[in-house]
């Protein structure tokens, strides 16, 4: 009775809240496009717009350049790529258009907004215009996992790629390690023997690692290798139970290893909720970060030496499924007719084997991979094969309505445990947390 009445109050202010937000925010919105725009007219292009948060600046550069490619070959269809934002700023822009009646065309976006959106309904199925396109069969197989929810399949990978550890060679050369950590106790020991003073002041300049401070998407992502290596998984405790497990053995064991590093001083924290940023790492201060192979090209640009290792093990080899997926909103007929044609062209081979050759994602596309041109790129940029050996076992994060609550809950666990916060403390809040929200959710 006390969570009904509780949920009947919280329904109502946040339909308050979305109000307020619309009115304030559709302004803005109704600048960047008009989904109401009609289907071509005397000739005119269809105009789409495509919302996204491409990063860094130089892979947005390289999206332009493939949209620009298709609507030169596309004389009735225009694409019109526009910045948002990274995924974790977008949702609120994104809910306040659907409510509001002025969505995009197209939405880039984590596989993990899957389930909100089809709730919603703002999103259209695209399996029947999949199971019809010989496009189908070339997209790599364990990406489906993300792809798919209720019988649906909601989105189409625009790429993928995994979380490894790059390293700075020279700087274990300098610590005297000569090989590479395979386990999390040599990880460790590496992190250990990495952090030093380098300029004689009595304090380390230079740290082992650095650890993404925040409870965004970025820093579950870089840390749900770890847990899924510890046996962790977001399986409900019982059959009757609907709620994912955060609190687990495995998560416990995760972020103790974190906490760790960080207690021991061989750990960095990033800035908060930056976790992404290379600064420390293309400087020398820090000698290991995990990240992925979109930030080849800003490596490359650096100069500086690099290699990249696996994610050390604890009890199984983990990674973890990333990149983005294009959703399909619903619009008008016309439109959405348009903007298969331009998912066709980002599925297929040809976008895919220049997509990964100028960012250094992986293409989803299996002739793309199996070229003869991609497989030259990967002999002169051998850190590739870490990446592509590592999808052979990695995992999607859960596509169900409710994610954005297990990673948010979860989120906050870890960044209260690189606060300071007991691991087993932070997990059994943030449980009990999650296990409210969603009750309620279902009243």
Known sequence: MILSKLSKAIKRQLKLGVCIFLTLSLLVLSGCQNSKAPASKNGEPIKLTLWHGINPPPNRDVFQTLTDKFNKTHSNIKVEPIYIGQPDQQLPKILTAIVGNAPPDLLWNVPTIAGKLADMGAIQPLENWLNKSPQKAEIYPALFESMELGGHIWSVPLATNNAAIFYRPSLFKA??????????????????????????????????????????EWTVFTWLPFMFSAGGDFKAETTKSSVPQIDSPGSRAALELWRDLLTEGSAI???????YELDNFIAGKVAMQITGPWTLAQLQQSAIDYAVMPIPILKSRAAVVGGENLFLMKTSPEREKAAKEFLEYVVGEEFQTAWALGTGYLPINLKSRQSQTYQNFVEKTPVLKVFLEQMNWARSRPIISGYSR???????????????????????????????TLDIAKD
């Open 269 to 275: 924290l990033s800035a908060p909720e930056r976790g």
């Open 175 to 216: 610590a005297g390690i000569t090989e590479v950590p395979q386990n999390w106790a040599q990880l460790k020991q590496a992190a250990r023997s990495l952090t030093r003073d380098t300029n004689g002041d009595g304090r380390p300049d230079q740290h082992g690692i650095v650890l993404s401070l925040g409870k965004g």
């Open 406 to 436: 297990v990673s948010e809950n979860l989120g906050r666990a870890i960044e209260a445990t690189l606060l300071g916060r007991n691991p087993q403390d932070a997990l059994k809040e943030a449980q009990d947390r999650l296990t409210l």
